[in-house]
């Protein structure tokens, strides 16, 4: 098996952002943002996708989180993307609904090379800690039209703005693990009638 690795750097004016993947790991982390509640986010992000995590972004985090979250979103998409290279022999298709606490997120994810974003997440508008709820939908935004991939993310219940956050991340995380995973079943082959994805 060809190792599903990747590693991006990307520097602008703005932010200087490194991220390195591996889609066959077992969710280890070393997430350094400068932003406190995103390194936790991208914590549980990997934990849960249970694909390998390095992130070291610095940002212009003086004037807000916005182009740090953001451009590691971009910069997270793009390792996946390059990571799942050809994408023979991945399932493609993951879904799951997270509880956490009073919080239920739906996320579901298609490896569609059709990188598109569908929220219908009702978080609060407060900061968390220096990371703006209204971020996260930022964030996802930049990550799957970078990782070639279509999310759906859905508040199904909800009123403490972390949950509802970080239930959206782990459920998306989840839902990524599923879409990843090689099966067997396929071998070689491209999940795709269309024989291209």
Do not use: Y
Request: proline letters at 3%.
């Amino acid at each position: 098996m060809n190792q599903r690795t990747a590693e991006i750097v990307r520097t602008t004016n703005e932010t200087d952002i490194r991220v390195a993947v591996n889609l066959d790991g077992a969710g280890a982390t070393d997430i350094e943002t400068g932003v406190p509640f995103f390194d936790h986010m991208l914590t549980a992000f990997g934990r849960h996708s249970l694909i390998d995590l390095d992130v070291r972004a610095k940002g212009d985090i003086e004037v807000d989180a916005h182009h740090t979250v953001e451009d590691a979103g971009i910069v997270l998409g793009q390792a996946v993307a390059r990571a799942l290279g050809d994408k023979r022999g991945i399932a493609r298709f993951g879904s799951l609904s997270l509880p956490m606490d009073e919080a239920l997120v739906l996320a579901a994810v298609d490896i569609s090379g059709r990188g598109q974003l569908h929220w219908a997440v009702d978080v609060p508008c407060v900061m968390l800690g220096t990371f703006d709820a209204s971020l996260a939908k930022e964030f996802f935004i930049a990550f799957a039209a970078n990782a070639g991939l279509t999310l759906h993310v859905r508040s199904l219940a909800g009123e403490n703005a972390h949950h509802i956050v970080e239930a959206s991340f782990k459920a998306a995380a989840r839902a990524l693990r599923q879409a990843v995973e090689l099966d067997p079943r396929i071998g070689d082959a491209l999940p795709s009638t269309k024989g291209a994805l």
